[in-house]
């Protein structure tokens, strides 16, 4: 029988980078079984064995940096430094949860409580099984990694479907892990189109789905999981808001919000999108900011459009803008495909889409607030809820403001540095999804609580769960939770 393949494309150039299998239904299901019964032989193998291979893995991974970065390259169009710095962070990722698995997963005594005082109560987080990962194309490697190490560290096989974009880097992150484990394919990569991933989610072996990508595409996923009632974890981009203070140091926040709305050709999905500066600074700031646009080149500084069809969405929004309100940098001739230079278009109505739609393109539009109040209620008027910045010189102040911020993650004075802190959960609200990975909520994504109460020596005369239970039993009960719980604080 012939497989049926797909090419992968070099975006820049629309060169084949390679050429992957169209795994049908018959396939995934096969990889699937495979992967039920390697989840079997890595959770048998116990923590501490789990923690030396993966880190065995991630020297590997490291050893194949520079060829990683290469291919992420190729298959995602961005530049080399940023595929590599990508990489990077995958790495800490990987290590983090290999090494704090155990502390944060394994079985630990817990409280019983006055009321359970006669109970030993224990509490351990246990795997699933397996795994579905989906993931995107715009961070080949550092966002799969977010679900694929915390699952594995958890202790579950991972069944792996890259973006049809980018099938060549999750390819070969199977290829070295199996270069690190080689007993058992406890990760492994299924390549196609989106029915791949489709046959994936509906999978009834599949015990838990990671989905990274469009809110859409998330919501038809978590449709077909839940015909098996298959739980998922569901990272769908936002409109991420950045916003400028009275106090803060307008040279580092320009830098740090051009970097943030331009880096990736845009497509990040933490990346800026829409900036709220307080009247203060506005000028300084929209200075500053103009003086450093007009160095920044897409296809010097950043890369191609990795997906062709987003230059239409990326279009419409600069034009919308463009017409709406006041352009600063670039405009509507800066799509030139695959390539959109960077855009800043000012005073754009709220209610736009190019303020309300995710643009995934290096755009942003930037809007004068009456203060850093003003700014938040702005920024929290989305439907999505990732990330956000803010920029003041007051530690206190940024924090209120980072704590009001509608999202899951906020940076202060730097851009998306959460990203880079491997204890730090990351996922959104509302439209940006739920769940959460990396860190230990990220490790406790991909395990189910198990809880056990044992009884040490029978209670003397409060035989509660028993038919025997008298009134008398029952009256000490009464006056010990008085004693406990009835009094009054004011
Ligand atoms: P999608 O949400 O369509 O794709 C994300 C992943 O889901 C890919 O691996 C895709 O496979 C897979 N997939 C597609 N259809 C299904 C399905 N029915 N069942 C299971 N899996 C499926 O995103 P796109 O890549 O098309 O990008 C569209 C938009 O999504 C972007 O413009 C951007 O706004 C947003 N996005 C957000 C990302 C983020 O980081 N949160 C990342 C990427 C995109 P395949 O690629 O083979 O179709």
């Known amino acids: 029988m012939t497989t049926v393949t797909f090419d992968s494309l070099n975006p820049a150039t629309g060169e084949i980078v390679g050429s992957h299998p169209k795994h049908g239904p018959d396939a995934v299901r096969q990889a699937v079984g495979r992967a039920e019964e390697a989840a079997g032989w890595w959770a048998a193998l116990g923590a501490g064995e789990r923690r030396r291979r993966l880190l065995d893995y991630k020297a590997v991974i490291t050893q194949h940096l520079r060829e990683l970065a290469e291919l992420v390259h190729e298959e995602n169009g961005k530049p080399?430094?940023?595929?590599?710095?990508?990489?990077?962070?995958?790495?800490?990722?990987?290590?983090?949860?290999?090494?704090?698995?155990?502390?944060?997963?394994?079985?630990?005594?817990?409280?019983?409580?006055?009321?359970?005082?006669?109970?030993?109560?224990?509490?351990?987080?246990?795997?699933?099984?397996?795994?579905?990962?989906?993931?995107?194309?715009?961070y080949p490697v550092f966002t799969p990694m977010g679900s694929i190490a915390y699952a594995l560290a958890a202790g579950n096989a991972v069944v792996f479907k890259?973006?049809?974009?980018?099938?060549?880097?999750?390819?070969?992150?199977?290829?070295?892990?199996?270069?690190?484990?080689?007993?058992?394919?406890?990760?492994?990569?299924?390549?196609?189109?989106?029915e791949t991933g489709a046959a994936l989610a509906a999978d009834p072996r599949v015990r838990k789905v990671a989905f990274t990508g469009s809110t859409a595409t998330a919501k038809r996923v978590m449709a077909a999981c839940a015909?098996?009632?298959?739980?998922?974890?569901?990272?769908?981009?936002?409109?991420?808001?950045?916003?400028?203070?009275?106090?803060?140091?307008?040279?580092?926040?320009?830098?740090?919000?051009?970097?943030?709305?331009?880096?990736?050709?845009?497509?990040?999905?933490?990346?800026?999108?829409?900036?709220?500066?307080?009247?203060?600074?506005?000028?300084?700031?929209?200075?500053?900011?103009?003086?450093?646009?007009?160095?920044?080149?897409?296809?010097?500084?950043?890369?191609?459009?990795t997906m062709p069809g987003q230059l239409d969405i990326i279009k419409r929004h600069i034009d919308d803008a463009a017409k709406a309100g006041k352009v600063v940098a670039g405009g509507t001739g800066s799509v030139r495909a695959p390539y959109v230079e960077p855009v800043i278009v000012e005073d754009v109505p709220e209610e736009s889409p190019a303020v309300r739609e995710e643009t995934f393109g290096p755009t942003i539009t930037v809007r004068r607030t009456r203060d850093a109040q003003e700014a938040l209620e702005l920024a929290n008027a989305s439907v999505y809820g990732l990330g956000g910045t803010v920029f003041s010189r007051n530690t206190r102040r940024a924090m209120?403001?980072?704590?009001?911020?509608?999202?899951?993650?906020?940076?202060?004075?730097?851009?998306?540095?959460?990203?880079?802190?491997?204890?730090?959960?990351?996922?959104?609200?509302?439209?940006?999804?739920?769940?959460?990975?990396?860190?230990?909520?990220?490790?406790?994504?991909?395990?189910?609580?198990?809880?056990?109460?044992?009884?040490?020596?029978?209670?003397?005369?409060?035989?509660?769960?028993?038919?025997?239970?008298g009134p008398a039993e029952l009256e000490r009960l009464i006056r010990l939770v008085t004693f406990l719980h009835g009094r009054r604080k004011r």
């Not at 109560?121 to 699933?128: F, G, K, Q, V």
């Not at 999750?170 to 492994?188: D, I, K, M, T, Y």
């Not at 933490?270 to 296809?299: C, H, I, N, Q, T």
């Not at 990203?419 to 959960?425: I, R």
């Open 400 to 469: 209120e403001l980072a704590r009001m911020m509608r999202s899951g993650m906020t940076a202060i004075n730097s851009v998306i540095s959460f990203a880079g802190v491997p204890a730090l959960p990351f996922g959104g609200m509302g439209d940006s999804g739920f769940g959460r990975i990396h860190g230990a909520d990220g490790l406790r994504e991909f395990a189910r609580p198990k809880a056990i109460s044992r009884q040490r020596f029978a209670m003397p005369g409060m035989n509660l769960t028993s038919f025997t239970r």
């Open 80 to 138: 080399v430094g940023d595929a590599t710095l990508e990489i990077v962070l995958a790495i800490t990722h990987l290590d983090w949860a290999a090494r704090n698995a155990q502390k944060v997963l394994g079985r630990r005594r817990v409280n019983p409580g006055m009321i359970g005082l006669n109970l030993a109560a224990t509490l351990e987080y246990l795997p699933l099984g397996v795994v579905g990962v989906i993931g995107p194309w715009n």
């Open 162 to 194: 890259p973006s049809e974009l980018t099938p060549g880097i999750g390819v070969r992150l199977a290829e070295l892990f199996a270069e690190a484990v080689p007993e058992q394919p406890v990760l492994q990569t299924v390549t196609g189109l989106g």
């Open 227 to 305: 015909e098996n009632l298959t739980p998922i974890v569901a990272e769908c981009g936002g409109k991420d808001a950045f916003i400028v203070d009275a106090d803060a140091d307008i040279g580092k926040a320009a830098d740090a919000c051009l970097w943030g709305a331009m880096s990736n050709a845009g497509q990040t999905c933490v990346g800026v999108e829409r900036v709220y500066v307080v009247d203060a600074v506005y000028e300084p700031f929209m200075r500053e900011l103009s003086d450093r646009v007009a160095k920044v080149k897409a296809g010097e500084d950043y890369g191609p459009i």
